[in-house]
């Protein structure tokens, strides 16, 4: 009796089980201590930044009040020092626009570049050992561009002035939808994985 060849066919073989890749409890505690470091490390880079780069900060001689309070001016003081900048009161709206730009051009690429290292390490590379170190960085830039989101909405609430807050929301808007997109097309079953 002749064989049908056509219906003895080998069964298709299970897909391979992915290797799952092993994480430590002190790695992950460690990314955790890492994700605090840069988140204070980056509240202190943007406040010197504002320090440094904001036109309207003055100086202010230190000697002539005891108090820290000077008439005509308001300050803001550091979270993680005691270094203050002093600028005019009725110059507030500017200062804070001008701190927001500042703190923007910080974050936005941090964000971005934060994202970049995700990518390779965490999407492109699912067996990498470094993939516990990219939550710590995620985490700090998921810090800083809500701390960016919290300010800006803050200075849009309170003020409601100048354009430049609009092009900040406009370009966090993009930056958003993209990663979004980029995200669910590399998450999406394939057309041909159903």
């Known amino acids: ?3 049908d060849i056509l219906r003895a066919t080998v069964p298709p073989a299970a897909p391979a089980a992915k290797k799952k890749h092993k994480i430590s409890a002190m790695a992950v505690l460690l990314a955790v201590i890492l994700a605090v470091v ?16 904001n036109p309207v900060i003055e100086k202010v001689d230190l000697t002539t009040s005891s108090s820290g309070y000077y008439s005509g001016y308001s300050y803001e003081k550091s979270a993680l020092s ?19 730009l500042l703190h923007a051009a910080f974050i936005i690429p941090m964000f971005l570049l934060t994202f970049l290292l995700y990518y390779l390490v965490y999407l492109k590379n699912e067996q990498s050992p470094y ?17 960016l989101i919290i300010e800006t909405g803050y ?7 100048n354009s ?4 900040i929301l406009v370009v966090l808007a993009l930056i958003f ?7 669910q097309k590399k998450l999406a079953p394939k057309p041909g994985n159903l």
Do not use: C, H, T
């Open 1 to 3: 009796m002749a064989q």
């Open 38 to 53: 840069l988140v204070l490390l980056g509240e202190r880079i943007i406040f010197d930044i504002n320090r440094v780069a």
């Open 82 to 100: 005691e270094a203050r900048v002093y600028y005019p009161q009725e110059r507030q709206d500017s200062y804070l626009l001008y701190k927001i």
């Open 131 to 147: 993939r516990v170190l990219v939550g710590g960085y995620i985490a700090f830039a998921i810090w800083m561009i809500i701390r």
């Open 155 to 161: 200075f849009v609430v309170v003020k409601y002035k």
């Open 164 to 167: 430049a807050v609009y092009i």
């Open 177 to 183: 939808s993209l990663l979004i997109i980029f995200i």
